[in-house]
């Protein structure tokens, strides 16, 4: 009969509001700044670059390779490379970056500078509460801003971090031991074998 | 004495002022109460409106302005009238400034003959019927200078539609108030009202409550939520097809004047709808007459505004071809046959037989006219022959 459909629908919408005040669990919106989901493992955002140690100008893993800044699609990391040397994790003098600023408004969150580092230096984080009042300065942060510790890199992605931290762990190991072996008061060790690369951005 | 408190107020502040200018202030007095309320009884509405849909929804709605977002109309209302008013280049200006107030205009003076509570009617009209409908058409043609003089398709398309569907509705609409009249025997907002006083076995003898009275007042509302261009016959404005239709050109305070007053006529309409069938003022049982007649009148209104909401949250709009449809196939049959029973009614001799001539005399058309509504559409799950 004509006026069933109808009448069937508006008891279930009255359903929906009567309930909506009686099962919380009815409304599933998220009141956003005062509520927060916590984020997932493989969230990301916006590169960060990761230091060791205390001191962020000592302890940056970025070696200025400018391996990012190639394969950066939208071209948003500018680098120069520094005149002088100072010794990486394991050691070893290497170059540093100068600058090192990325551009937020360019960068498209792919990811792909993390993928192409051999120094684990470049990670995402999930910061994105970026909005600022000043359109030119406040977009485009330079590498003070942008190092963060091992620390808060191990927090957000605790499983990438961990694969990083047992490669650099790895290498510096290799580094001793050849150097050991240079120095010739031993024969040289058998080097740990690498730990298998975990692929960056799967949560586990 | 709760009861006349407006009335004896009115009467003293316009005691104040020296005869000749007694008139004067009376209407003005009366007009500022009418814009006062209704205005404030929009605002009031919105919110409403927004958190209903929300909870219909599982939705919470607004909550942010004030406690609970109750302030949130007033924060609408600041956008509205700082925001930019922008008018097409092609525009008649002229048209294009006067459609939002030939819109506000009627609808105000519309509610100028609806008694809110006993004594309190702006003008008590011999014809307050008559004339609530003749102003009530001429949102009609505001709708039409809006959608002309924006000079824009879609505009001109909503516009169209706008005046297909409200022309073809305004016939239901009337034929079934018509009933009314016929049994109050009068064409005055205020006589309508007191042919429905007294009680009857402990029920108020309000139209609604009789086998005519409940198909015309159904068929009244459906016809009313077609006049005021709501939720499921929103097609002039439908966001999805046309984006505003007629007033996708008018931003800042002229769209909310075009809001304003299509909030102010759905009040007006439903005004009428309480009046014509719901005993107007008038308390539901005996034992309630000490509540001030206002309040009956304005909690009547609420009501009958959450269900205007209630249907909007509900139903999908409805095609041009439906629309059409149902008005001409179900809307217009249903309202003359109600025509029929309501002159029946006056004319049988009270009693229980009397009750079920005219029960069935609408009962049987409405079962008919739409099985034949249904008839010939396909209706079911849809097969897709190529497509997989």
Known sequence: MLGEGTVKGMVETARNFFGSYVH???????QYPEERLPQKEAAR???????????????????????????CPPQCIYITKSKDKKPDHAGKPQLYPAIFDIDISVCMSCQICVEVCPFDAIEMDTEFELSTSNRFGDLLPHKQDLAKPNGYFRKLHPTEAAAADARLAAEKARADAKAKAAAGDKPPAPAPKPVPAVEPGVAK | MMDQIFVTLKHWLVGLVPIQCQPVISAIISVAAIIGVFATLFAITTVLERKGLGRIQNRYGPNRVGPFGILQPLADGVKAIIKEDL??????????????????????????????????????????????????AATELSVFMAGWSSRNKYSLLGAMRALAQMISYEVPLILSAVTVIMIAGSLSTVKIVEAQSGYLGGLPRWFVLTPWGLAGFILFMIAATAESNRSPFDLPEGESEIIAGYYIEYSGLKFALFFLGEYIGMFAISGLAITLFLGGWQAPFA????????????????????????VRGTQPRLRMDQLMNFAWK??????????????????????????????????????????????????????????E
């Open chain 1, 24 to 30: 919380a669990d009815r409304l599933i919106t998220v």
């Open chain 1, 45 to 71: 955002n916006f590169p960060f670059l990761v230091h060791d140690g205390d001191d962020w100008e000592k302890g940056l893993r970025c070696v200025a390779c400018l391996i990012c800044e190639k394969e």
């Open chain 2, 87 to 136: 008018v097409p280049r092609g525009a008649d200006t002229v048209v294009h400034f006067l459609a939002p107030l030939a819109l506000v205009a009627p609808v105000f003076l519309a509610l100028a003959v609806v008694p809110v509570g006993q004594n309190m009617v702006a003008i008590d009209m011999d014809a307050g019927v008559l004339f609530f409908f003749a102003v009530g």
């Open chain 2, 287 to 310: 034992f309630l007459t000490w509540v001030p007649s206002y309040v009956w009148f304005f909690g009547k209104l609420l009501a009958l505004i959450a269900v205007f909401i209630w």
């Open chain 2, 330 to 387: 179900f809307m217009l049959p249903m309202a003359l046959v109600n025509l029929v029973a309501a002159g029946l009614w006056r004319f049988l001799d009270p009693g229980f037989s009397r009750w079920v001539v005219c029960s069935l005399l609408v009962l049987g058309p409405y079962v008919l006219l739409g099985r034949g509504l249904f008839q010939g559409q396909h209706l079911g799950k849809r097969t897709y022959r190529y497509a």
